[in-house]
């Protein structure tokens, strides 16, 4: 079975600096890795995926993430934090090939908080 | 719609009543899957539908929880005699079938708030 872990639930960091948030994924197929955000009160974005062509995946709002299989990695960073970045971000893993029934049920991590410092 | 909308936004319900969700999905989108976001749980998958038939609902968490589609578009969610552990924000996301081997990802609603006092 696949999963997913985060590290850091919460994660503060200053307007401008780097946003680095932490996904490490266990599966024993190629998976497909997803980022999604969730600001207050709303659903989730979906911000960038991975579906085994580039490793080096660009999503909305100027944040990217490297697909690593040595390290089983998938790190969203973006290169200076904006105070409209404060969310709760989730990565989540969907493996193999997709059955008939077409189903892309994912499996998520608990979610780091971001807060953003003026 | 333009995106995927969950009615009501807020429940508020005693417990051993029931309860029904709605999900309308994205026209188009053929399929559609129920999560439940709860503290403590994160996001947990609930059940899958593919048109009108639900071929994988091994996320359904005991028989008083059920779900529907119908026209291949509106989704329903009933808890029966609810539960204090079934307080949760349920979201509804749907998404056009993706080909064997891709993924397209998901559009989520807001979610339903779902509260059992």
């Known amino acids: 079975a696949q999963s997913v872990t985060q590290l850091g639930s919460h994660v503060s960091v200053s307007e401008g600096a780097l946003v680095l948030l932490r996904c490490n994924y266990s599966s024993s197929v190629p998976p497909y890795l997803f980022w999604y955000v969730q600001y207050p009160n709303q659903g989730l974005q979906l911000l960038l995926k991975y579906t085994s062509a580039a490793t080096l995946v660009k999503g909305i709002n100027g944040f990217e993430a490297e697909f690593k299989k040595s390290e089983t990695s998938f790190h969203l960073t973006k290169p200076s934090a904006h105070m409209s970045d404060a969310a709760e971000y989730f990565c989540?893993?969907?493996?193999?090939?997709?059955?008939?029934?077409?189903?892309?049920?994912?499996?998520f991590g608990t979610g780091t908080r971001l807060t953003i410092i003026p | 719609g333009a995106g995927v909308s969950q009615s009501p936004s807020n429940k508020v319900t005693e417990k051993g009543k029931d309860v029904e969700l709605r999900c309308d999905p994205i026209s188009g989108h053929t399929a559609l899957y129920w999560y439940r976001q709860s503290l403590g749980q994160g996001l947990e998958f609930l059940i899958y539908?593919?048109?009108?038939?639900?071929?994988?609902k091994s996320g359904l968490p005991s028989d008083r929880f059920s779900a529907e589609r119908t026209g291949g578009s509106v989704s329903t969610l009933t808890i029966q005699r609810t539960q204090q552990e079934d307080s949760a924000v349920y979201l509804c996301?749907?998404?056009?079938?993706?080909?064997?081997?891709?993924?397209?990802?998901?559009?989520f609603g807001s979610g339903t708030r779902l509260t059992v006092v």
């Open positions: 989540a893993v969907s493996v193999g090939p997709l059955n008939n029934f077409g189903n892309e049920k994912l499996t």
């Open positions: 539908f593919q048109g009108n038939s639900a071929p994988d």
């Open positions: 996301a749907s998404s056009l079938l993706s080909r064997r081997t891709d993924r397209s990802g998901y559009t």
